[in-house]
């Protein structure tokens, strides 16, 4: 079973930029694609941002996109999400996840493994 720790988050000024983390262990890293998703209070969890096993193909949620880069380092089983121009409405729980299954695209439509999260704070 894989576990994955998320690091990063905070508090910032809207325009500004964070970058996130995720290490992942005990379990395996490089055929699965990976990615983040967001909880905002009150509104269900969200697809943020996926990358392919491989790392050659990632995906946007259409709020993020031009603005989130997502990236993964098989070899440090890391995963990435810098965040730049950041808005208010980008606050929420950010969540890496691991797909269900190996080898899919970087769209997860099931995510089978989350982490715990990190708190990301956009003030005006």
């Known amino acids: 079973q894989v576990q994955l720790v998320e690091s990063g988050g905070g508090l910032v000024q809207a325009g500004g930029s964070l970058s996130l983390s995720c290490a992942a262990s005990?379990?395996?890293?490089?055929?699965?694609?990976m990615g983040w998703f967001r909880q905002a209070p009150g509104k269900e969890r969200e697809f943020v941002s996926g990358?392919?096993?491989?790392?050659?193909?990632?995906d946007y949620a259409d709020s993020v996109k031009g603005r989130f880069a997502i990236s993964r380092d098989n070899g440090k089983k890391m995963v990435y999400l810098q965040m730049n121009s950041l808005e208010p409405e980008d606050t929420a729980i950010y969540y890496c996840?691991?797909?269900?299954?190996?080898?899919?695209?970087?769209?997860?439509?099931?995510?089978?493994?989350w982490g715990q999260g990190t708190q990301v704070t956009v003030s005006s």
């Open positions: 990358i392919s096993w491989t790392g050659a193909n990632t």
């Open positions: 005990g379990g395996t890293f490089i055929t699965y694609a």
């Open positions: 996840a691991r797909d269900s299954r190996p080898y899919g695209s970087s769209r997860i439509n099931v995510p089978g493994s």
